[in-house]
């Protein structure tokens, strides 16, 4: 029992640590393109993303499909999702049922869920399933911060307010806050990446 108790914390660790730092990724990148609701949509669905393929993707029925049918059926999903999601904001009936900012947040979750879901189901799959997949994964959280930083930089954004008035009030640049979270999400998860698969050249 002790046994089975270290082994489930063992393996709950890593699989929390990433799926943080993805869904960091996903937070970041969803600040310049929608509201609240949608930044903690991401963030939800690319953990429980994560947790579902690293907990069942070696056993049935996810262990008998290839990794192009997980990865189709992701993109089916978001499609799904984003057809729900414009159907709520579109909907007279869903406005007047809970308020035209209740539809187009209810929208913007759902979609967001979809899209932070879809795109972490396949970012594992391929991790766990072919050799590039872990550098990818990588690849991909770095890409999110620089896009985010871009924004922030040109203008595009100021959110999230409570790094800027932090940042702020104190006389530093919030971008410097932003790059560091960037690199540091970057360098857990390689580091993450090189402890679990011994990846000694991948720095």
Wanted: aromatic content about 8%; charged content about 10%; proline content about 3%.
């Amino acid at each position: 029992m002790t046994q089975a108790s270290e082994h489930t914390t063992q393996a709950f660790l890593p699989t929390g640590l990433r799926a943080m730092i993805i869904a960091s990724s996903f937070w970041a990148v969803s600040l310049s393109l929608t509201v609240l609701a949608g930044s903690i949509a991401a963030v939800l669905g690319c953990v429980l993303a994560s947790f579902l393929i690293d907990a069942r993707l070696y056993h049935p029925p996810l262990k008998y499909l290839q990794s192009k049918s997980i990865i189709g059926a992701s993109l089916v999903f978001i499609l799904i999702t984003n057809l729900v999601a414009s159907l709520l904001v579109d909907s007279a009936f869903v406005a007047s049922l809970i308020s035209p900012i209740g539809a187009f947040n209810a929208g913007e979750f759902i979609n967001w869920l979809g899209i932070a879901a879809g795109l972490t189901i396949i970012l594992r799959t391929l991790a766990h399933r072919t050799s590039f997949g872990a550098v990818l994964e990588i690849i991909c959280v770095a890409a999110a911060f620089v896009i985010t930083l871009a924004a922030h930089r040109n203008g595009m954004i100021h959110r999230p307010f409570f790094i800027g008035d932090f940042a702020l009030v104190r006389g530093i640049d919030p971008s410097v806050i932003l790059m560091a979270f960037g690199c540091g999400a970057v360098l857990a998860l390689s580091a993450l990446l090189m402890m679990e698969q011994n990846h000694k050249r991948l720095p």
